[in-house]
Nanobody, 120 residues
Framework: QVQLVESGGGLVQAGGSLRLSCAAS????????MGWYRQAPGKQRELVAA???????NYADSVKGRFTISRDSAKNTMYLQMDSLKPEDTALYYC??????????????WGQGTQVTVSS
C-alpha cells in the first residue's frame, strides 16, 4: 500500500508564490515518475508538471517559466514551486506517483488533493 500526502496549498494573491509538497510512504519499490496534476471546476484533470526517476522534467505550456518541480529521493518527497501565480492557476492540485512493477507494467497512486486559490 502506498500513501501520498500533499500539503502547501492555500489562498494567495495574483503574482504570489506557493510551494506544494507530496510525501510518499509505504511499499515504494521502484519509482518511474512523479507528477502534479490539477483540476479546476468544470474542467478535466490536466498534467501540470512531471519528473522521472532520472530527473527529467516536463511542464504544461501554461506553467513553463513559472513553476518548478523537484524531488528529494531520500525522502520520497516531491515539490512544486509555483511563482507568479495567476487566477487561472486556481484548482485542486493532485500528486501522482507511478511505480514500475515490471518492464511494461506500471501502477499509479493519487493523493487526496490540495486546493490552490489565486485571487485577482
Amino acid at each position: 500500500q502506498v500513501q501520498l500526502v500533499e500539503s502547501g496549498g492555500g489562498l494567495v494573491q495574483a503574482g504570489g508564490s506557493l510551494r506544494l509538497s507530496c510525501a510518499a510512504s509505504g511499499s515504494i519499490f521502484s519509482i518511474n515518475a512523479m507528477g502534479w496534476y490539477r483540476q479546476a471546476p468544470g474542467k478535466q484533470r490536466e498534467l501540470v508538471a512531471a519528473i522521472t526517476s532520472g530527473g527529467s522534467t516536463n511542464y504544461a505550456d501554461s506553467v513553463k517559466g513559472r513553476f518548478t518541480i523537484s524531488r528529494d529521493s531520500a525522502k520520497n518527497t516531491m515539490y512544486l514551486q509555483m511563482d507568479s501565480l495567476k487566477p487561472e492557476d486556481t484548482a485542486l492540485y493532485y500528486c501522482n506517483l507511478r511505480l514500475r512493477r515490471s518492464k511494461s507494467d506500471f501502477i499509479s497512486y493519487w493523493g487526496q488533493g490540495t486546493q490552490v486559490t489565486v485571487s485577482s
